[in-house]
């Protein structure tokens, strides 16, 4: 069964910073090129980043071009999203997604900018 | 970037009435390669998305047969034959030909 648990949400100050993780299993995580995807409270789905399979292509949504960064390690079947400079326009669940067709979620972690 | 505009927002359905939501894009999501992508998500209150409806009319695995997709070009149908009481949530359609990805505003499936 393909899975993904995300973590590193947080309370956090506007200005810092935050690396969020997903573990993935289920599917040869090398070859599926993968997302993040946020919704801030009460909203509807933003995408925010996407990353090819080898970690050699990389995407980012306008709003968050050298903010954030989106990585992998293959060995570890895990993706993450180093964010800096948090605005409080960050404040989001923030999900990562199988393939930039976004076929399968995980649950999210919530990441909350405020002072 | 291209617009993805959904309608209604708000829809009120009998149990066992059928529902549709419309899905406009700003631009053709017809690929060279002969695709169109364009996807469907639900989401049901406090859960994840789920995708449900691939390339327009392909429904993922699992997923009720009640549920169908339709459309071409710039315009696109989600239908539930017979809404039943575990569809209420906000459904969302998604276009994948150009970066960004982008989401329509969603559309919240409720029972009246």
């Known amino acids: 069964e393909v899975q993904m648990l995300e973590s590193g949400g947080d309370l956090i100050q506007p200005g810092g910073s935050l690396r969020l993780s997903c573990a993935a299993s289920?599917?040869?995580?090398?070859?599926?090129?993968m997302s993040w995807v946020r919704q801030a409270p009460g909203k509807g789905l933003e995408w925010v980043s996407s990353?090819?399979?080898?970690?050699?292509?990389?995407y980012y949504t306008d709003s968050v071009k050298g903010r954030f960064t989106i990585s992998r390690d293959n060995s570890k079947n895990t993706l993450y999203l180093q964010i800096n400079s948090l605005g409080v326009e960050d404040t989001a669940i923030y999900y990562c997604?199988?393939?930039?067709?976004?076929?399968?979620w995980g649950q999210g972690t919530m990441v909350t900018v405020s002072s | 970037d291209v617009v993805m505009t959904q309608s209604p927002l708000s829809l009120p359905v009998t149990l066992g009435q059928p529902a549709s939501i419309s899905c406009r894009s700003s631009?053709?999501?017809?690929?060279?390669?002969?695709?169109?992508?364009l996807n469907w998500y639900q989401q049901r209150p406090g859960q994840s998305p789920r995708r449900l409806i691939y390339?327009?009319?392909n429904r993922d695995s699992g997923v009720p047969d009640r549920f169908s997709g339709s459309g071409s070009g710039t315009e696109f149908t989600l239908k539930i034959s017979r809404v039943e009481a575990e569809d209420v949530g906000v459904y969302y359609c998604?276009?994948?030909?150009?970066?960004?990805?982008?989401f329509g505003q969603g559309t919240k499936v409720e029972i009246k």
């Open positions: 997604a199988k393939t930039t067709a976004f076929d399968v």
């Open positions: 289920g599917f040869t995580f090398s070859s599926s090129a």
């Open positions: 990353i090819s399979g080898s970690g050699d292509s990389t």
């Open positions: 631009q053709s999501l017809v690929h060279s390669d002969g695709n169109t992508y």
């Open positions: 390339k327009v009319s």
């Open positions: 998604m276009q994948y030909i150009n970066w960004p990805r982008t």
